[in-house]
């Protein structure tokens, strides 16, 4: 806690790294930071490649000048208004999805833990299904439709499963049976709905960053930038968290209050995505497992959980644009990697324990 | 072993806790009633399930036709061509998610897990989107083994994935490799399907779970195999008692969990596998009536399993028989209909503050 500037990385025993943070110190383990480097790394890099690619290929070393050229040529406009915000919002909302995932893993102590759980995705489905449905499909009455029936199913669960307080347990099964009622709703609009009408509520389900420009990233940037406060202060009582609820309060933790800021951070995090870029799948859920194995750490490491979130999407979202015969939503490439990661992860976890 | 906070917590069982070992249902006598009861109400869903429908058919002229009377009649043509495989088959798929759903959840200890865990709903739903695809299946009964085989496919390579390694592998493994399998399987599927609407449309009918125009052609190629996984989930009880203690104590006490999680692997594909061939992806059965029988009796997986196998088929009739009434003259799929009949008990079950221990 009380590290001073000039102690920034004194080094300790076991290989860490500590550094002074709000709400407590960051310790990093080596292994942990060469992890987070690497991935840094790897996100610059597919960065840049995203940027080059497309109708107007440019190699890395004209989208760095394209990006610091200030004649404002053409390269300069294919760049920076083009395919920067698509590549940014890919870095940022992956992390935001991996960070979002963490922080429900983290409270319901389950690895199937995802905002998921809480109801906010099939609930933003159904209010997007409705906006589709009743309203027509315009690209606001859409975004306004899965906020208000994400933000609701999230209340409403929230709710149902208080009683004299919150537990995980309980959230998860209240969860359930909300969602599941949803998903039975989503799956009966479906079923009534014109095929063109079902069809393109199928595509928003699958999550897409294509269209969105500087006008919804900007806005959604500086949400995220906030909630990304919140949650360092939040960390250490996580962590916490994670050890149980009877270790977390007798070091002192305030159930209730950590449990519901987490919640509301969580959730608004998704929000904030789910918005532009429709419901994202399975990100929040593999980023922080992806990261606890590549980290080799004991809990869900935050940072590199965003990290990989970061890099999960950008990769995805190339695959999704360059990689195909036709472009496909970015969340069906996001399942399809990030699941086959995890299970090359899985494999080789397998191999060394034998 | 590399520790897991998170995922290793997530062993804690909500049978394990003190305050709820015993259910609701405290004495052997109380809970042979129970299933008594249980299986009175069974009966009658399923002698519901062959009268009412768009054309309601008294109980009498029902028993006629039953026995054999009244041949060649409208009323014998509905009862026995249509409601009575209909019914036969809610039966059959109900039971069988039902106990899958038992089965997995005890192995997993993870009250998350439903039968689709290990990969036989996005295994079914892949193999069947390929039927539609490049074989041009629009059938049930074409695509009954399609879904059979994709759902036995991708389980395995599951199970083989989550349970390399020393000791079987941990639950916790199992139950990720599942949902990574699921996801890669299940966003293949997704982007075959939007990329043709005559798919897409085949595909969203059959993910609505419904048991309406089944015939018995498609039952009684998936019967026998379901009839395996019921015994093989029966033996289980035992074992399965053993194991919720921790797989510690359990090897120490003589269980042999690799052997227990194979035979529990093999009883959940054959159950959920053959269910969803005959009636589509119906979600909510196996994971919600597990839940409810244990809150009924307590942790004992004998009497879970007995109250599963009772309870599921009743929820799964009972969402059926709904369906017909509440769209009249149209009718709501039954995997629409179980959700909303079973999850307003679950929730008021987990509220009850005797069934909120954890």
Do not use: H
């Given at each position: 806690m009380s590290a001073t500037a000039a102690q920034t990385s004194t080094r300790h025993p076991r290989g860490q790294v500590r550094l002074p943070a709000p709400g407590g110190d960051v310790v990093l383990h080596r292994r942990g930071a060469i992890v987070g480097a690497a991935l840094t790394a790897v996100a610059v890099l597919l960065a840049l490649v995203s940027l080059g690619t497309g109708d107007y290929p440019l190699s890395v070393p004209e989208v760095v000048r394209a990006m610091f050229a200030t004649d404002g040529g053409f390269a300069t406009t294919v760049v920076l208004d083009w395919r920067l915000p698509r590549v940014l919002v890919a870095l940022v909302f992956g992390a935001a999805l991996g960070v979002s995932g963490a922080v429900f893993q983290s409270m319901t102590?389950?690895?199937?833990?995802?905002?998921?759980i809480i109801g906010f995705t099939t609930g933003a489905y159904t209010g997007a299904l409705v906006a589709l449905i009743v309203i027509g499909g315009a690209y606001a009455s859409t975004t306004v439709g899965a906020l208000l029936g994400g933000l609701l199913t999230a209340l409403a669960v929230y709710l149902l499963a208080y009683r004299k307080g919150i537990s995980g347990f309980r959230l998860i099964i209240v969860g359930i049976g909300v969602t599941a009622m949803l998903q039975a709703l989503n799956t009966w609009l479906i079923l009534r709905a014109d095929l063109e009408v079902a069809m393109s509520a199928a595509f928003w389900q699958a999550?897409?960053?294509?269209?969105?420009g500087w006008e919804q990233a900007v806005p959604a940037f500086a949400v995220l930038a906030a909630l990304a406060v919140l949650v360092a202060v939040l960390a250490a009582p996580m962590r916490q968290l994670e050890l149980g609820d009877d270790a977390a309060r007798a070091h002192g933790v305030r159930l209730e209050p950590v449990r519901l800021a987490l919640l509301v951070v969580g959730v608004a995090l998704i929000a904030v995505v789910t918005a532009i870029a429709g419901p994202i799948a399975f990100v929040s859920l593999a980023a922080p497992q992806i990261a606890q194995r590549l980290a080799g750490s004991a809990g869900l490491p935050l940072v590199n959980t965003a990290l990989t979130g970061a890099v999960l999407l950008i990769a995805a979202d190339f695959v999704a644009q360059h990689a195909l015969p036709s472009a496909v939503p970015v969340g069906l490439v996001t399942v399809v990697i990030g699941g086959l990661y995890l299970i090359g992860l899985l494999v080789r976890e397998a191999r060394q324990k034998l | 072993m590399r520790s897991h906070p998170v995922t290793a917590s997530a062993t804690s069982t909500p049978t394990a806790t003190p305050e709820r070992r015993s259910g609701l249902a405290h004495a052997a006598g109380t809970r042979t009633l129970g299933l008594l009861v249980a299986l009175a109400v069974l009966a009658l869903v399923v002698v519901a399930s062959l009268a009412i429908g768009s054309r309601d058919i008294p109980l009498a002229v029902v028993r006629d036709v039953l026995l054999g009377?009244?041949?060649?009649s409208t009323e014998a043509t509905v009862v026995l061509d249509l409601r009575l495989p209909r019914t036969v088959t809610g039966l059959t798929a109900g039971l069988a998610l039902g106990l899958a759903g038992a089965i997995i959840q005890a192995v997993t200890r993870n009250p998350l897990a439903d039968p689709g865990i290990l990969g036989v709903t996005s295994g079914s739903a892949f193999a069947v989107a390929l039927a539609v695809g490049v074989v041009g299946a629009t059938a049930p009964e074409q695509y009954v083994w399609f879904a059979f085989g994709g759902a036995l496919a991708a389980t395995v390579i599951v199970y083989v994935i989550g349970s390399a390694g020393r000791g079987g592998g941990s639950p916790a493994r199992l139950t990720l490799t599942g949902v990574a399998l699921g996801a890669v399987l299940g966003g293949i599927t997704t982007a075959m399907v939007l990329a043709d609407p005559t798919r897409f449309d085949v595909m969203r009918a059959w993910q609505s779970g419904s048991l309406a125009d089944r015939g018995w052609d498609g039952l009684t190629t998936v019967l026998p195999f379901v009839l395996v996984g019921v015994v093989v989930a029966l033996a289980l009880a035992r074992p399965l008692n053993a194991m919720a203690m921790g797989d510690d104590l359990a090897s120490s006490l003589g269980a042999n969990l690799a052997v227990t999680r194979t035979l529990a692997v093999v009883a959940v594909t054959l159950l959920a596998g053959g269910a969803t061939a005959i009636a589509g992806p119906i979600a909510f059965v196996g994971l919600m009536v597990p839940h409810v029988a244990r809150w009924i009796v307590g942790p004992d997986q004998r009497w879970i399993l007995a109250y599963t196998l009772v309870l599921a088929p009743v929820l799964l009739i009972a969402a059926d028989i709904l369906g017909r009434i509440v769209a009249r003259p149209g009718e709501v799929p039954a995997g629409v209909v179980t959700a909303f009949l079973g999850a307003p008990v679950l929730i008021a079950l987990v509220r009850r503050s005797k069934a909120s221990g954890l």
């Open positions: 102590r389950n690895p199937l833990g995802s905002p998921e999550g897409s960053i294509a269209l969105v | 009377g009244s041949g060649g």
